[in-house]
């Protein structure tokens, strides 16, 4: 079946410095590739999103790439800020059901 | 565009009450709404899946007699959690997708669930 694997949390960065956050999945067919974020306290919120292979989803200088030859989709920041500190969740969904899978969720904690 | 409300933000309640929680889409018409329970430091676990004008899709494991969803209208779905105990207690997260488009989910903002 299909499943979303991010690496284990937490990461702890100091302010500035690069942020992979790594993210590979198992899927039949071609699914839509998705980044949320968890700020403390609250709901998801999409970050970025990709729907095909080789399409690059950026926001907010976050970037991730869709690699359908490593089935990846890696988080990248160049220069993070303590206001990234979160809980970040990689997401899956194919094409003729509504379901997201998600992994299980990385905490990121930047220091200042 | 694609806001999802939801009410209350925190409840407590004492063991044996049903409380209910609505979960709202402000700028767009949601058919298909889904009801997530977040454990602490824990992904989403998807309970139901909540269509406008049908019953409820219950994940397995779900008990659907427990927590009860109606999707009344294109706006607003509601996860009613009867007789609750304190093994409820939980973050309950709501997520819509827009009738125009079936691949992103829009994420309420959770609903703090504490039973006494």
């Known amino acids: 079946g299909n499943s979303v694997t991010q690496m284990e949390g937490p990461v702890t960065l100091s302010e500035e410095a690069f942020l992979t956050i790594n993210c590979t999945y198992t899927?039949?067919?071609?699914?839509?590739l998705f980044w949320y974020v968890q700020y403390p306290g609250e709901g998801l919120q999409l970050l970025l999103k990709?729907?095909?292979?080789?399409d690059k989803g950026s926001n907010k200088g976050f970037e991730a790439t869709y690699r359908k030859e490593t089935t990846s989709f890696h988080l990248e920041k160049g220069s993070v800020q303590v206001s990234d500190s979160a809980v970040y969740f990689c997401?899956?969904?194919?094409?003729?059901?509504?379901?997201?899978?998600f992994g299980t969720g990385t905490r990121l904690k930047v220091l200042a | 565009g694609a806001v999802v409300s939801q009410h209350p933000s925190r409840v407590i309640c004492k063991s044996g009450t049903s409380v209910k929680i609505e979960c709202r889409s402000l700028?767009?018409?949601?058919?298909?709404m889904f009801w997530y329970r977040q454990f602490p430091k824990k992904s989403l676990m998807l309970m139901a899946t909540?269509?406008?004008?049908?019953?409820?899709?219950?994940e397995q494991g779900v008990e659907k007699d427990k927590f009860l969803i109606n999707h009344a209208s294109l706006t607003l779905s509601t996860l009613t959690v009867t007789s609750a105990h304190p093994e409820d207690s939980s973050f309950y997260i709501c997520?819509?997708?827009?009738?125009?488009?079936?691949?992103?989910?829009?994420f309420g903002p959770g609903t703090r669930l504490t039973v006494l």
């Open positions: 990709a729907t095909k292979a080789d």
């Open positions: 909540s269509n406008e004008g049908s019953k409820a899709t219950y």
């Open positions: 997401a899956l969904h194919t094409s003729g059901t509504y379901k997201y899978i």
């Open positions: 700028d767009f018409q949601a058919t298909t």
């Open positions: 997520s819509a997708l827009t009738s125009g488009r079936t691949d992103t989910q829009y």
């Open positions: 899927a039949t067919g071609y699914p839509s």
